[in-house]
Structures are given as C-alpha cells and as structure tokens.
C-alpha cells in the first residue's frame, strides 16, 4: 500500500495568516491526490482533485500544487471557519485509497 | 445533487456483525462508485471497499477482505456495508461516499460501537 505522510501534524495559527501543509507518498502517484477538510462530528469535505483541480464550490482561497511524491496544501488568508483537520488522499494506486494522518489548524 | 443518507448508531457484541446502509439521491446511482470510509476515535480515515453497481464491480481493501461484503440495490438507490466477526477495533464511524478515488459527497456518518 501506498503510504501517505502529511506535516505538521498540527499548526496554529491566526485569522488571516497563510497557511501551508505537506504530504508526501511513498512512491510516485503522478498527479492523483486529493485534499480534504473535516470539521468535529462532520463528514469529510472534498476541497481538491487531481493534486490542484478546485471543487466545485470550494473557495478561491484554497489552493492545491505538487506532483510526483509531494504536494502541498494552501490557504492564503485563513479564514475563521477554516479551522478544521486536513487530510491528503492518494488516487493513484488501488484497492485501497489511502489518507494521510491528518492537520489540525488550530487557532493562534 | 446527491444526498447520502446512513441507517442510524449500532452497539454490537465482539463477534457479531453490522450491516450500515446508505440511501442515495439524486443523481443516478447506478453510474457512480459508492466507498466506504471508517474513522476510529481520534483517528485518520481509512478506505474499506466500494462498489460500483453499474458494473457489479467491489473491491476491498486487503485488510478486510474476508470480513467486509458491499452491495448495492438500484431499486432503492442504497449501497450497503456489512462487516462480520466484530472486534473492539471495529468501533468507529462508518461513511459511504460518493465517488472514486476523489470522494465529492459523504453521508453523515454511522457510529458502530463494538462493545461486550
């Protein structure tokens, strides 16, 4: 199985601040990542495809970039309802889909 | 827009099995992949299984096989998930969502605890 490693594990940070996160795979899975965020008691959220593509609905401020083994999660201008756990998602390789461990974007 | 909607909490004896189902509007069920997601406490995600009913295809994750059966009706538009012989390690809540690999809708959630 693809191994999907995702730092830090927590970040905290303030209301408009940009935010960054990391996830890196154990092999090359080209551009096949996802990017999710969950909120307490809540569902995942879809917030990117394809390590870049925006999800319908998702907004502006959110960013996907990488390829290859590495990838990068960014927020430009936090916003208060962002704070959430974020996770990455291999696509690359199945059975199975494999998560990341997860970011918690805490507040500062 | 598709809305998944989950059968309600479990408590099941170690041993046992559950059976969660997830009932699909909008959109047409058939055509897409249904997976399955658990999350233990205070843990990540992890992918069980999907199916896409279309094709009469499942696949599971090797980690389960064995002890996960996925089916899907289309006269009900419902996906189900059954997993035997329960464990403490079992407690968690159980999603199915829609799409594969990138998963655009997610049902609410069951929680199965797992407890003697």
């Known amino acids: 199985d693809i191994q999907m490693t995702q730092s830090p594990s927590s970040v905290s940070a303030s209301v408009g601040d940009r935010v960054t996160i990391s996830c890196r795979a154990s092999?090359?899975?080209?551009?096949?990542l996802a990017w999710y965020q969950q909120k307490p008691g809540k569902a995942p959220k879809l917030l990117i495809y394809?390590?870049?593509s925006l999800q319908s609905g998702v907004p502006s401020r959110f960013s996907g970039s990488g390829s290859g083994t590495d990838f990068t999660l960014t927020i430009s201008s936090l916003q208060p309802e962002d704070f959430a756990v974020y996770y990455c998602?291999?696509?690359?390789?199945?059975?199975?889909?494999?998560f990341g461990q997860g970011t918690k974007v805490e507040i500062k | 827009q598709v809305q998944l909607v989950q059968s309600g909490a479990e408590v099941k004896k170690p041993g046992s099995s559950v059976k969660v189902s997830c009932k699909a509007s909008?959109?047409?069920?058939?055509?897409?992949?249904i997976s399955w997601v658990r999350q233990a406490p205070g843990q990540s995600l992890e992918w069980m299984g999907g199916?896409?009913?279309?094709?009469?295809?499942?696949n599971y994750a090797q980690k389960f096989q064995g002890r996960v059966t996925i089916t899907a009706d289309e006269s009900t538009s419902s996906a189900y998930m059954e997993l035997s012989s329960l464990t403490s390690e079992d407690t968690a809540v159980y999603y199915c969502?829609?799409?594969?690999?990138?998963?655009?809708?997610w049902g609410q959630g069951t929680l199965v605890t797992v407890s003697s």
């Open positions: 969502a829609k799409g594969s690999p990138a998963m655009d809708y």
């Open positions: 909008g959109g047409t069920f058939s055509s897409y992949a």
């Open positions: 199916i896409i009913s279309i094709l009469g295809t499942t």
């Open positions: 092999q090359d899975i080209s551009r096949w």
């Open positions: 394809a390590a870049s």
């Open positions: 998602q291999q696509a690359n390789s199945f059975p199975p889909w494999t």
